[in-house]
């Protein structure tokens, strides 16, 4: 069973995502939230494996609340579902800590399969989020690559990105210099890029140094 918590501003929305969960025996909401901070409330007050979340709520930016949850809720996986699709919003919510992104207006069977294989630890694009991450100047494959890291990772690379040492980001990050060099070294495999330089450009590109 995946317990599925709904973060939507619109009633009728999470109403809609509601009643096609209903139909799938193995999909189960525990909570709806109207607000970032109903979120965090409803994280604390159920045990949920997946929260599926818009980016435009009121009360606070969407990838600002997916790292907020990210860091309190490290396991829990994360699907946006948004009626953005632009390279800024979809790399965004990557790079926050988000596993996925559908596009409100994509196939109901999108939005159920993007569930399964998010909870399932996978990453997961719909068709729009895919045509977006290609677009130039998007990053291309990178919006799917930024879905492979870590939280630690991620803030590693924007670090990195923006100049620092690792003996500065030790300090920043409250880890040590090893513990950097270990996750630098993580992320060029993962990215296949081969220096700082580069680490700099990819983050540049998808849009992780200007914010959304």
């Known amino acids: 069973m995946i317990r599925v918590v709904i973060a939507d501003d619109h009633a009728v929305v999470r109403a809609g995502v509601r009643a096609v ?3 799938e025996a193995d999909l189960h909401v525990v909570a709806e939230a109207d607000s970032p901070t109903a979120v965090m409330r409803e994280l604390k007050d159920h045990a949920a494996d997946t929260l599926l979340v818009d980016l435009t709520m009121p009360g606070g930016r969407g990838v600002d609340l997916i790292a907020r949850v990210r860091q309190a809720f490290p396991n829990l996986r994360i699907l946006v579902l948004s009626m ?8 965004g919510a990557l790079a926050a800590g988000a596993n996925g992104y559908v ?7 999108d939005l159920v399969t993007a569930l399964r294989a998010v909870a399932a630890g996978k990453s997961f694009l ?11 100047g ?15 990772e991620r ?22 210099p090893k513990t950097v060099d270990t996750h630098r070294t993580s992320l060029m495999r993962k990215l296949d890029l081969h220096d700082a330089q580069a680490l700099t450009r990819f983050a540049m590109q998808n849009g992780l140094l200007s914010g959304v």
Request: charged fraction near 20%; avoid cysteine; glycine fraction near 10%.
């Open 138 to 152: 998007s990053g291309g494959s990178g919006v799917t690559e930024l879905a492979r890291l870590s939280l630690r």
């Open 126 to 136: 719909d068709a729009s989020a895919k045509r977006v991450a290609g677009q130039p």
């Open 103 to 109: 596009v409100k207006g994509s196939g109901l069977e």
């Open 84 to 91: 953005h699709a632009t390279p800024e919003y979809v790399s």
């Open 155 to 176: 803030e590693v690379l924007i670090l990195v990105a923006e100049g620092h040492t690792n003996r500065e980001i030790s300090e920043l990050l409250v880890i040590s």
């Open 21 to 23: 969960l209903a139909a």
